[in-house]
C-alpha cells in the first residue's frame, strides 16, 4: 500500500461514489478508493497534492507515535481529514479535526464515516479551539501563516497538549539573510486573503520556547521557487513539558496591577 495518499475502503459502486464526491469537487488531495476511485480523477484544485501524508510520514520519524498508540490527537486545519484518519487507521489514535471551512468538514466527517475509526471533525478557529490537557499529539500543518494570531495558536497549541505531548508544526517561514528578526506580512500576497504572517525561523523557536515547549527540533526545510525570496516551508517538532521549566507571567494580570 502506498501510504503517501490514504486508500478507503467502501461497498459503495464507482458511480455512487463519484456523485457524493463530487460535493467537495475540486478535491486538492488524492484519496484513493478500494473500488478503483480516485479523487484525482474528478475536478482537481490547482496545485494539486498527488501525496498529502507526505509531512505526517516526515513527523513520524520524530514522534514516537507506535508507543503512544491509542491515545489522542489533535488535527489542527485538517482540510479534508486526511492525516486524522490515517492516525486513527494505523496507530487507533481517538482524532479530533478542526478547521474553519464547513465544506471541508463535511467532507472529512463524510471520509471517516467510510473507515469505521474514532474521528470527530469540528468547525473551529485554530486560534480559539480550547481542550486543555486533552491530547497527545497535536499536528498543526499549514495553517499558522493563515492566521492573524499565529502566537495565540500556537499557545493553544501548547494548553491543549497532555505533559509530555508533541505538537508537529509545518509552516511558512521568512529568513531574511541580514536580519534573523524580520517577520514578514503576507497578507493578500498570491492574491490569497487568508495569507498573514511568515515568521523567521528564530523567531517561531524562541516563541516555541517562551510559550514552554521543549526538545525544539527542525525536521525538514524545503525551499520551493513558488515561494517568495528569503522564504522557505518548515517542519518543526516540539514537546510539552511534564512540568513547567520556569512560571511564564501572567501579562493581562500584570496590566490590570498597575
Not at 488524492?30 to 494539486?48: A, E, M, Y
Not at 494505523?90 to 469505521?116: C, M, Q, W
Not at 475509526?117 to 469540528?122: L, Q
Not at 497538549?161 to 536580519?179: C, F, I, N, R, S
Request: charged share 25%.
Amino acid at each position: 500500500m502506498d501510504e503517501s495518499f490514504l486508500t478507503l475502503h467502501t461497498t459503495l459502486a464507482p458511480e455512487a461514489l463519484k456523485e457524493k464526491l463530487r460535493h467537495w469537487e475540486p478535491w486538492a488531495h488524492r484519496i484513493d478508493f478500494d473500488n478503483g476511485v480516485s479523487t484525482k480523477d474528478l475536478k482537481r484544485r490547482i496545485p494539486f497534492s498527488e501525496q498529502p501524508l507526505n509531512k505526517l510520514r516526515m513527523v513520524e520519524t520524530a514522534i514516537p507515535f507506535e508507543d503512544i498508540s491509542g491515545g489522542r490527537l489533535l488535527d489542527i486545519g485538517c482540510n479534508a481529514g486526511y492525516n486524522s484518519i490515517y492516525a486513527a487507521m494505523k496507530y487507533r489514535f481517538s482524532t479530533t479535526g478542526v478547521d474553519n471551512s464547513p465544506r471541508h468538514i463535511e467532507g472529512s466527517k463524510f471520509l471517516a464515516s467510510l473507515s469505521d475509526v474514532s474521528c470527530e471533525f469540528h468547525c473551529e478557529s485554530a486560534e480559539t479551539f480550547s481542550r486543555p490537557s486533552e491530547f497527545d499529539v497535536v499536528l498543526h500543518f499549514g495553517t499558522l501563516y493563515h492566521l492573524p494570531n499565529p502566537l495565540l495558536s500556537l499557545q493553544r497549541s501548547f494548553d491543549n497538549l497532555k505533559p509530555e505531548g508533541y505538537l508537529a508544526l509545518e509552516t511558512q517561514v521568512y529568513d531574511h539573510p541580514q536580519d534573523p528578526n524580520i517577520c514578514y506580512f503576507m497578507h493578500m500576497q498570491n492574491n490569497d486573503p487568508s495569507n498573514f504572517w511568515a515568521l523567521s525561523t528564530p523567531v517561531l523557536k524562541k516563541n516555541l520556547e517562551l510559550i514552554g515547549f521543549a526538545n525544539i527540533r527542525e525536521v525538514k526545510r524545503v525551499v520551493l521557487q513558488t515561494l517568495a525570496e528569503h522564504m522557505a516551508r518548515i517542519i518543526v517538532v516540539a514537546r510539552k513539558p511534564e512540568r513547567p521549566a520556569y512560571s511564564r507571567p501572567n501579562v493581562a494580570q500584570n496590566m490590570n496591577e498597575r
